[in-house]
């Protein structure tokens, strides 16, 4: 075995670069947080053959002495910790100091830079001479890469394509734009400018974000997101989340920061995903762009080479408020108010700024959402509707065939004054047992019934359940339905778990099952489907009853969406105009009434003006 010996710097610098440097996207990410550490208010990019040619940052920051700039190439130099102390409340985008030392050792760079009180710049060419030289150059700092990986051609070798690589690019520089909006960014690409924004000044930054959001990440985004500003416990996050219906089949929206910093970590994609579980629609991917604020002391920003990891002190409590902002946020439906959760009184004791931190005085940062209509959702018309959906166990319900509706005198849409028009309207019609067809102030709404109501006894069920509420109800006709004997052993080894879910079930033959009792809640379901699909929901789930109520949630959740599917209203039953109008009210008083369990829409609006377009009315 060879003898140990100490490497050369030329070759530390390029196994370090191999670790921060994997493509042009990582040499723009590191030139540019090192203009946001010099406190620069605008940021041009310079972009030729997606990096692989030119890569220039220039930044109007603080600039630095002729004495800086050799020691800028160092490895291990910074400016940013002096201790070891500073190091545990790393405040900045960057402090390792190895990442110019690194990007000089696969390419040709040159920096030139420039303070407020010197008369003139300096200029370095660390691969060819560690000596300054004089150079005309404003207040700031310009860092110029040519020929990324030049002497490392296996590297090069393994680029994308250039539009897969300047993708990278665009997309690491639009989350810098939203992580920053005090800050003004420009992209050019080829002599092309891909975009510009000027920086927000801090004061409007509530009338303004929004419209950098919409130049960013589009307009229909911001149309269909929900905004966030809440603060508890030293945590702080605000941004806005998307409607569920809005989901995407990648995750190129999904933009969290954490202190200013872009993160992609595991365990704030777990929380989210966590309170998307009731709505998302299968493999989809929610879209969102969060900023959470904490003391810098509270999260470790050491843990990964490129800094895209975090690791948090108390990870529970940050994925907790995570998971319950958010999905606070979505229960609060698109347009349809309903009962706000109680609110922790230390949520309004901070005021939260996007990718700024938290001053201990009221939140004046502006950025209220508008998405919930203020109008009160009215009184249910109809009992008789009730008695279909999962609601039928109300005290104040009669059973369906016994509702008198005859006696319900509903005025028509046309009578009622505009402003008492509750936000989903009245009801028009049945469509083919299908959808309800309503009108409201805006227009036309448009809802699946069967969608709409397994939403609703759904969120009953889960609150019965974990209210240890659910009421049962003898069958005045038990349910017996054959089975084969194996299963006829699952239903008898699972009895207490149906019994637990509001399903009361015996073995009476070797193949035979009886259901006598069910769930008030679903006692107009059909006995025996409910039971095959509780069994099979019970099989994939296998909750471990011994497990506290919060690890038992998620599992039970599934099979309470699985048992409601079956407890909801059919399609093709037609409904009476009281009985779909206590529908609409019901949805407006329901958490998550815009998705079902599966995460399909359950209603759509078409306003006047979509109508009038429709029919060329007024071309």
Known sequence: MPHIAQLPPELVNQIAAGEVVERPASVVKELVENAIDAGARRIDVRIEEAGSRLIEVRDDGC???????????????????????????????????EALASIASIAQVSMSSRRERDAHGWIL?????????????????????????????ARRKFLRTER????????????????????????????????????????????????????LLGAEFLNRARRIDSAASGLSLSGWVADPAYARSTTDQQLFFVNGRIVRDRLIGFAIRRAYA????????????????????????????????????????????????????????????????????????????????MEPQRR????????????????????????????????????????????????????????????????LAHLHGVYILAQNAQGLVIVDAHAAAERITYERLKKAYAAQELTIQPLLLPVTFAVTESEADQYEAQAEAFARLG???????????????????LRHADAEALARALLSALSEEEPDWGQPQ???????????????????????????????????????????ADQCNHG????????????????????
């Open 600 to 619: 399909r829409p359950t209603w759509r609006q078409l306003s006047m003006t979509d109508l009038d377009r429709l029919f060329m009315r007024g071309q």
């Open 364 to 427: 004046t940062s502006g950025w209220q959402g508008s998405s919930a209509r203020s109008m009160p959702a009215s009184a249910s018309s109809a009992q008789g509707y009730l008695n279909l959906l999962a609601a039928s166990a109300a005290p104040s319900t009669f059973p369906f065939d016994q509702a008198v509706a005859p006696e319900i005198r509903e005025a028509s849409p046309s009578d009622r004054p505009e402003q008492e028009v509750p936000p989903l309207g009245y009801a």
């Open 503 to 521: 399903v009361v079930l015996a073995r009476v033959a070797p193949t035979r099952v009886r259901v006598t009792a069910l769930a008030a809640l």
């Open 63 to 97: 600039g630095m002495s002729v004495e800086d700039l050799p020691l800028a190439f160092a490895a291990h130099a910074t400016s940013k910790i002096r201790s070891l102390d500073e190091l545990e409340s790393v405040a900045t985008m960057g402090f390792r100091g």
């Open 550 to 592: 919060a690890v038992l949630t998620e599992p039970i959740n599934a099979v309470l969406s699985r048992m409601a599917c079956h407890g909801s209203v059919r399609a093709n039953r037609i409904l009476t105009r009281p009985e779909m109008d206590a529908l609409l009210r019901d949805m407006e008083r329901t958490e998550r």
């Open 278 to 357: 009731d709505v998302l629609h299968h493999a989809r991917q929610p879209a969102y762009v969060l900023a959470l604020d904490l003391d810098p002391r509270a999260v470790d920003v050491n843990v990964h080479p490129t800094k895209a990891e975090v690791r948090f002190r108390d990870a529970r409590a940050v994925q907790d408020f995570i998971f319950r902002e958010i999905h606070r946020a979505l229960a609060q439906g698109a347009a349809v108010p309903v009962s706000p959760e109680p609110v922790d009184e230390q949520s309004s004791a901070g005021t939260v700024s996007f990718g700024g931190q």
């Open 125 to 153: 060419s660390p691969n060819e001479s560690l000596e300054c030289r004089p150079t005309a150059h404003p207040v700031g700092t310009t860092v110029t890469v040519v020929d990324l990986f030049y002497n490392t051609p």
């Open 164 to 215: 897969t690589e300047f993708s990278q690019i665009d997309q690491l520089m639009r989350r810098f734009a939203l992580a920053h909006p005090g800050i003004g960014f420009s992209l050019t690409h080829q002599g092309r400018l891909v975009f510009e924004l000027t920086p927000l000044a801090h004061a409007q930054l509530a009338e303004q974000m929004p419209s950098r959001i919409e130049a």
